[in-house]
């Protein structure tokens, strides 16, 4: 066996030549993400003629994502430097000037509903009024007026609105960490639903008439797709998995949940198992799903986007040795037509298997994960990485993973588990990591090392751990609490200290710090626990070499997290190298940004692990 040849650097971290392809309502164009100048732009192509045409020119941090208006023309959404105060844009598929729809400053907007029979007006949630609270205006997309439709008066972070795009549906937090429901009334907001903190897994989805669809745990260990009646409260099953939630689809596959455009009916929900599967809700569209399935036989495959008709669709397909792939299929004559490969100069190389695994933890939980390793190379006696995901409430997936096929690609088995406290796998498993940052949830990762090292997989003194956000946390503490496991840690955006990350969290989420104070810790009712977890005020446990990334404007995890542990450590004269990014956020979406911080990753695993590197 001999290693497979080094890919650069680029191949993994650079922006995609293809992502977010979308159909246009009237099923003539496609419009698409692609980089000019090597800043992600909004392209648009006629699919008769094949004529393409950019229609932004965005030179500096690019177009993060867009939708299609029912008028014709593309929404789409940028923030300044990684600082997450979203606008919103306008412009017309021919190009032309942008046209901003909501306020430039300090202030942040999100999508709540288009629908079709309103194609000059959309629903907006901006917190121009209360940095802390959301209202819901109605745009006018001809002439940018904005009238205020819901003021959030109550608490709301959520909203819904109906096929009259009435908004009706409002969810909010409870002080016990749980939720609630709310509809709108002519006497006002009323609670129709309530959940506590153990069912975080409640999300309405739609709402036509009276009829709500949401995803919901209430009752049951595993949450199901339901339909709950408006009128008289009934509330029924509509699809269920004995095993895993539904709702927890691949975002970069497109919905976990499909609703005819105009017939209004649910179609599929998505359940990921090990891989991303379907449940065919309608009969009607059993014969295109099982075509679907086809089309790249063993991939998974989401259904990206639709024409208003719902005849054509753009269906991506993911793997874990390719990029995403996306398709054209016509329902009328059954044909998926390749239009786009995500990266396709990454697919000339041979990339790594990312193997689901089961791992059982020291109280006998069972933990799902992935394990990649470096192709052409015995699986024995290697350098490892546990890369732990970030959220924490949120899980790995199967599929294309960068930072995993680097990581593999440059000599190291890589396992991701999806630790107690991730979304998937049942509310018993979401709550057992109740209070257990630094304790059971890294258990849980620790356990993942050991069971590396048992299966003769892992050198156990070149084991690293890396990690952003949460899972940046994840490494601080792996070296604060476990500094015999870990020959070295790298920490993306990662907070230190449990009760400035909640001190300071961005105001739009005051609405559920009651969540966090009961999964995380009350920072007066729980202090000695947040300060037991908090690797800050354990930095002289650390004694591997430790890399910290940072963005300058982040607003979840805020600089301050990275520079008091940097701080600390060098006062101890131990090894910290620091870098920050002084036009990112919560993470590095710039690629010159990524592409340098994961050369110096690189430089320093393969320093303290013993892994290639280019150069």
């Not at 004529?51 to 300044?80: F, H, M, P």
Request: proline fraction near 7%; charge should be negative; include cysteine.
């Amino acid at each position: 066996m001999s290693p497979s040849p080094l890919i650069p650097l680029e191949r993994f971290f650079e922006h995609p030549a293809y992502t977010n392809v979308r159909i246009a309502p009237d099923g003539t164009r496609i419009a698409y993400l692609r980089p000019w100048e090597g800043v992600l732009n909004l392209w648009v192509q006629d699919l008769a003629t094949g004529e393409t045409r950019r229609v932004t020119s965005d030179r500096g941090r690019g177009v993060l994502e867009y939708i299609w208006a029912y008028n014709g023309d593309l929404l789409y959404i940028q923030d300044k430097d990684g600082d997450e105060n979203w606008r919103i844009y306008a412009v017309e598929p021919t190009g032309g000037e942008p046209r901003l729809l909501t306020p430039g400053e300090g202030v942040q907007a999100r999508f709540v509903e288009v629908h079709p029979d309103f194609p000059d007006e959309i629903l907006l949630a901006l917190n121009d009024r209360n940095p802390a609270l959301h209202d819901v205006y109605r745009v006018n997309l001809r002439t940018g007026e904005r009238t205020l439709e819901v003021p959030n008066d109550f608490g709301a972070f959520n909203f819904l609105a109906d096929e009259r795009l009435q908004v009706r549906v409002a969810t909010r937090m409870t002080d016990d960490g749980g939720g609630e429901l709310l509809r709108r009334t002519a006497e006002g907001w009323r609670v129709f639903y309530r959940w506590g903190v153990e069912d975080v897994l409640v999300s309405p989805m739609d709402l036509r008439g009276d009829t709500l669809y949401l995803f919901s745990s209430v009752g049951q260990d595993i949450s199901s797709l339901r339909v709950y009646d408006l009128r008289s409260g009934e509330e029924r099953t509509l699809a269920d998995d004995p095993e895993y939630d539904l709702g927890m689809g691949d975002w970069s596959l497109g919905y976990a949940f499909l609703y005819h455009p105009r017939a209004e009916r649910p179609e599929a929900v998505a359940v990921y198992r090990d891989k991303q599967e379907w449940l065919v809700l309608d009969p009607s569209l059993e014969t295109d799903f099982a075509r679907l399935a086809q089309v790249e036989p063993g991939r998974q495959f989401g259904v990206y986007s639709r024409d208003l008709s719902n005849r054509r669709w753009i269906v991506a397909y993911d793997g874990d040795q390719q990029s995403i792939h996306y398709y054209l299929y016509d329902r009328a004559t059954g044909a998926a037509r390749l239009l786009f490969v995500s990266r396709p100069e990454i697919e000339q190389y041979p990339l790594a298997e990312r193997k689901p695994v089961r791992i059982r933890a020291r109280d006998g939980l069972t933990l799902h994960g992935y394990l990649a390793l470096p192709p052409g190379v015995e699986p024995q006696g290697l350098p490892a990485v546990i890369y732990p995901h970030g959220g924490p409430w949120a899980r790995d997936f199967w599929g294309w993973e960068p930072i995993a096929q680097w990581l593999a690609n440059r000599g190291y088995a890589v396992l991701q588990v999806n630790f107690r406290a991730s979304l998937g796998y049942g509310k018993a498993f979401l709550n057992a990591g109740n209070k257990q940052w630094g304790r059971k949830m890294q258990d849980d990762l620790t356990d993942a090392a050991q069971w590396l090292i048992a299966q003769g997989i892992a050198d156990p003194k070149r084991i690293g751990i890396m990690g952003g956000s949460y899972g940046g946390y994840a490494t601080l503490a792996g070296l604060a609490f476990t500094p015999d496991l870990y020959a070295c840690g790298v920490d993306m955006v990662g907070p230190s200290n449990l009760f400035t990350l909640l001190e300071s969290i961005p105001p739009y989420w005051k609405p559920m710090v009651s969540m966090f104070h009961a999964r995380m810790g009350h920072p007066e009712e729980d202090a000695a626990l947040l300060r037991a977890v908090s690797p800050l005020f354990h930095a002289e446990n650390i004694r591997a070499p430790l890399l910290i990334g940072q963005g300058a404007n982040d607003p979840r995890v805020k600089r301050q997290e990275s520079l008091q542990i940097v701080e600390a450590l060098r006062r101890l004269g131990r090894e910290v190298d620091y870098v920050e990014y002084p036009d990112e956020g919560h993470g590095f979406f710039k690629p010159e940004n990524r592409l340098d911080f994961f050369r110096r990753a690189e430089r320093f695993l393969a320093k303290h692990l013993g892994g290639r590197a280019e150069g």
